[in-house]
Protein backbone atom coordinates (compact mmCIF):
# COMPACT_ATOMS: atom_id res chain seq x y z
CA UNK A 1 0.00 0.00 0.00
CA UNK A 2 1.10 3.34 -0.54
CA UNK A 3 2.93 4.98 2.50
CA UNK A 4 0.53 8.53 1.66
CA UNK A 5 -3.09 6.95 1.48
CA UNK A 6 -6.29 8.04 2.81
CA UNK A 7 -9.03 5.66 2.49
CA UNK A 8 -12.57 6.12 3.41
CA UNK A 9 -15.41 3.61 3.81
CA UNK A 10 -19.16 4.51 3.75
CA UNK A 11 -18.52 7.24 6.00
CA UNK A 12 -21.56 9.63 6.63
CA UNK A 13 -22.07 12.25 9.06
CA UNK A 14 -25.54 13.47 10.99
CA UNK A 15 -26.61 16.33 12.07
CA UNK A 16 -29.63 17.02 14.58
CA UNK A 17 -30.42 13.23 13.69
CA UNK A 18 -30.64 13.63 10.53
CA UNK A 19 -28.11 11.78 7.98
CA UNK A 20 -26.54 14.57 5.55
CA UNK A 21 -25.45 12.65 2.60
CA UNK A 22 -25.57 8.82 1.64
CA UNK A 23 -22.58 6.79 2.96
CA UNK A 24 -19.34 7.72 0.97
CA UNK A 25 -16.39 5.71 0.04
CA UNK A 26 -13.50 6.62 -1.30
CA UNK A 27 -9.27 6.63 -1.72
CA UNK A 28 -6.86 9.11 -1.77
CA UNK A 29 -3.46 8.53 -2.42
CA UNK A 30 -0.26 10.45 -3.04
CA UNK A 31 0.05 12.52 -5.96
CA UNK A 32 -3.57 13.18 -6.16
CA UNK A 33 -6.43 15.21 -5.52
CA UNK A 34 -9.72 15.22 -5.01
CA UNK A 35 -12.88 18.06 -5.14
CA UNK A 36 -15.61 17.32 -2.41
CA UNK A 37 -18.38 18.85 -4.19
CA UNK A 38 -22.22 19.01 -3.86
CA UNK A 39 -25.56 21.54 -2.72
CA UNK A 40 -25.01 23.80 -0.40
CA UNK A 41 -26.27 22.03 2.89
CA UNK A 42 -24.85 18.78 1.56
CA UNK A 43 -22.24 17.91 4.11
CA UNK A 44 -18.85 19.35 2.52
CA UNK A 45 -17.57 21.15 5.24
CA UNK A 46 -19.34 18.36 8.02
CA UNK A 47 -17.57 15.77 6.06
CA UNK A 48 -14.23 17.74 6.43
CA UNK A 49 -14.52 18.12 9.69
CA UNK A 50 -15.22 14.52 10.60
CA UNK A 51 -12.34 13.98 9.10
CA UNK A 52 -9.80 15.45 10.99
CA UNK A 53 -11.41 14.81 13.58
CA UNK A 54 -12.89 17.69 14.79
CA UNK A 55 -16.47 16.28 14.59
CA UNK A 56 -17.48 12.66 14.62
CA UNK A 57 -19.04 10.18 11.41
CA UNK A 58 -21.70 9.15 12.58
CA UNK A 59 -20.64 5.67 10.75
CA UNK A 60 -17.58 4.63 8.67
CA UNK A 61 -14.03 4.00 8.84
CA UNK A 62 -11.60 6.09 8.08
CA UNK A 63 -7.40 4.96 7.82
CA UNK A 64 -4.56 6.92 7.09
CA UNK A 65 -1.87 4.64 5.76
CA UNK A 66 -3.76 1.32 6.27
CA UNK A 67 -4.55 2.12 10.12
CA UNK A 68 -7.88 3.04 11.44
CA UNK A 69 -8.63 6.19 13.28
CA UNK A 70 -8.61 6.91 15.64
CA UNK A 71 -5.76 4.46 16.37
CA UNK A 72 -3.69 6.05 13.97
CA UNK A 73 -4.88 9.90 15.19
CA UNK A 74 -1.52 10.83 16.56
CA UNK A 75 0.16 9.96 13.04
CA UNK A 76 -2.41 11.45 11.33
CA UNK A 77 -2.62 14.69 13.16
CA UNK A 78 1.15 15.38 11.86
CA UNK A 79 0.48 14.62 8.16
CA UNK A 80 -3.23 16.84 7.99
CA UNK A 81 -3.82 20.33 7.50
CA UNK A 82 -7.23 21.83 7.62
CA UNK A 83 -8.28 24.81 6.54
CA UNK A 84 -12.16 26.05 6.53
CA UNK A 85 -13.91 28.93 6.82
CA UNK A 86 -12.98 29.71 10.76
CA UNK A 87 -8.68 30.29 10.23
CA UNK A 88 -7.73 29.89 13.60
CA UNK A 89 -5.94 33.46 13.74
CA UNK A 90 -6.04 35.35 16.58
CA UNK A 91 -6.39 39.41 16.30
CA UNK A 92 -4.60 40.69 18.92
CA UNK A 93 -1.42 38.48 17.20
CA UNK A 94 0.34 39.85 14.10
CA UNK A 95 0.59 38.59 10.83
CA UNK A 96 4.15 36.75 11.38
CA UNK A 97 3.09 36.34 15.18
CA UNK A 98 0.34 34.14 13.55
CA UNK A 99 2.44 31.75 11.47
CA UNK A 100 4.71 31.17 13.66
CA UNK A 101 2.13 30.60 16.62
CA UNK A 102 0.33 28.07 14.31
CA UNK A 103 3.65 26.31 13.32
CA UNK A 104 4.53 26.17 17.18
CA UNK A 105 1.52 24.76 18.13
CA UNK A 106 1.40 21.88 15.36
CA UNK A 107 5.01 21.12 16.69
CA UNK A 108 6.51 22.31 13.63
CA UNK A 109 10.09 23.96 13.98
CA UNK A 110 10.15 27.17 11.44
CA UNK A 111 12.94 29.55 10.91
CA UNK A 112 11.56 33.35 11.00
CA UNK A 113 13.60 34.19 7.85
CA UNK A 114 11.15 31.37 6.55
CA UNK A 115 8.03 32.76 7.72
CA UNK A 116 8.93 36.16 6.72
CA UNK A 117 9.05 34.76 2.74
CA UNK A 118 6.07 32.90 3.36
CA UNK A 119 4.42 36.01 4.42
CA UNK A 120 6.47 37.92 1.76
CA UNK A 121 4.94 35.72 -1.30
CA UNK A 122 1.59 35.89 0.29
CA UNK A 123 1.80 39.78 -0.44
CA UNK A 124 1.96 40.68 3.13
CA UNK A 125 5.10 41.87 3.65
CA UNK A 126 4.60 45.22 4.42
CA UNK A 127 1.65 43.93 6.59
CA UNK A 128 3.41 40.95 8.65
CA UNK A 129 3.80 43.19 11.98
CA UNK A 130 0.58 45.06 11.88
CA UNK A 131 -2.70 43.04 13.89
CA UNK A 132 -4.69 40.56 12.64
CA UNK A 133 -7.17 42.70 13.67
CA UNK A 134 -6.32 46.17 11.10
CA UNK A 135 -6.10 43.77 8.12
CA UNK A 136 -8.97 42.47 5.53
CA UNK A 137 -10.97 39.27 5.23
CA UNK A 138 -9.05 38.59 1.99
CA UNK A 139 -5.37 39.49 3.82
CA UNK A 140 -6.73 37.34 6.76
CA UNK A 141 -6.68 34.96 4.22
CA UNK A 142 -3.33 35.33 3.01
CA UNK A 143 -1.78 34.57 6.61
CA UNK A 144 -3.71 31.03 6.61
CA UNK A 145 -1.93 30.57 3.13
CA UNK A 146 1.56 31.41 4.67
CA UNK A 147 0.80 28.84 6.88
CA UNK A 148 -0.01 26.11 4.56
CA UNK A 149 2.81 27.32 2.06
CA UNK A 150 4.91 26.05 4.93
CA UNK A 151 2.89 23.18 6.09
CA UNK A 152 4.49 19.55 6.21
CA UNK A 153 1.77 17.81 6.29
CA UNK A 154 1.36 15.62 3.71
CA UNK A 155 -2.73 15.58 3.50
CA UNK A 156 -4.59 19.21 2.40
CA UNK A 157 -7.87 19.27 3.58
CA UNK A 158 -9.23 22.87 2.57
CA UNK A 159 -12.62 24.08 2.64
CA UNK A 160 -13.23 26.71 -0.29
CA UNK A 161 -10.02 27.79 -0.17
CA UNK A 162 -10.41 30.31 -2.96
CA UNK A 163 -12.95 32.80 -1.04
CA UNK A 164 -12.43 36.19 -0.31
CA UNK A 165 -8.78 36.44 -2.45
CA UNK A 166 -8.04 38.55 -5.69
CA UNK A 167 -7.35 37.06 -8.97
CA UNK A 168 -3.94 36.86 -8.55
CA UNK A 169 -4.08 35.51 -5.25
CA UNK A 170 -6.59 32.59 -6.49
CA UNK A 171 -3.72 32.22 -9.09
CA UNK A 172 -0.72 32.06 -7.02
CA UNK A 173 -3.18 29.56 -4.53
CA UNK A 174 -3.90 27.13 -7.54
CA UNK A 175 -0.57 26.90 -8.46
CA UNK A 176 0.43 26.08 -4.79
CA UNK A 177 -1.62 23.36 -4.82
CA UNK A 178 -0.61 22.09 -8.18
CA UNK A 179 3.10 21.90 -6.63
CA UNK A 180 2.19 19.88 -3.74
CA UNK A 181 -0.08 17.29 -5.61
CA UNK A 182 3.10 17.23 -8.13
CA UNK A 183 5.29 16.65 -5.01
CA UNK A 184 3.03 13.73 -4.19
CA UNK A 185 1.03 15.49 -1.69
CA UNK A 186 -2.67 14.62 -1.01
CA UNK A 187 -5.28 17.19 -1.53
CA UNK A 188 -9.14 16.93 -0.52
CA UNK A 189 -10.84 20.36 -1.18
CA UNK A 190 -14.36 22.12 -1.52
CA UNK A 191 -15.00 24.71 -3.86
CA UNK A 192 -17.66 27.14 -5.51
CA UNK A 193 -15.08 28.00 -7.97
CA UNK A 194 -14.15 26.30 -11.26
CA UNK A 195 -10.21 25.83 -10.37
CA UNK A 196 -8.29 23.88 -12.73
CA UNK A 197 -5.24 21.73 -10.95
CA UNK A 198 -4.87 19.52 -13.68
CA UNK A 199 -5.59 16.07 -14.94
CA UNK A 200 -4.61 14.46 -11.54
CA UNK A 201 -8.27 15.88 -9.87
CA UNK A 202 -10.92 13.37 -9.52
CA UNK A 203 -14.71 14.09 -8.18
CA UNK A 204 -16.79 13.31 -5.82
CA UNK A 205 -20.35 14.68 -5.31
CA UNK A 206 -22.18 14.21 -1.69
CA UNK A 207 -25.79 12.49 -2.61
CA UNK A 208 -29.25 13.61 0.18
Known amino acids: MNTSCLQVQH ?6 GRQLF ?3 SFELQAGQALHLQGDNGSGKTSL ?14 VR ?7 AARQAFGKDVFYLGHALGLKDELTALENLQSACAVAGQRLHSEAAVLALQAQGLGKRMHL ?9 KRRVALARLQVSAARLW ?19 MLQTHV ?3 GLLLFTSHQAQALGDAVSVLRLQP
Open 157 to 175: LLDEPWVALDQAAQSALSS
Open 64 to 70: WCGEALP
Open 182 to 184: AQG
Open 11 to 16: ASVERA
Open 22 to 24: APV
Open 131 to 139: PLRVLSQGQ
Open 48 to 61: LRALCGLSPLSQGV
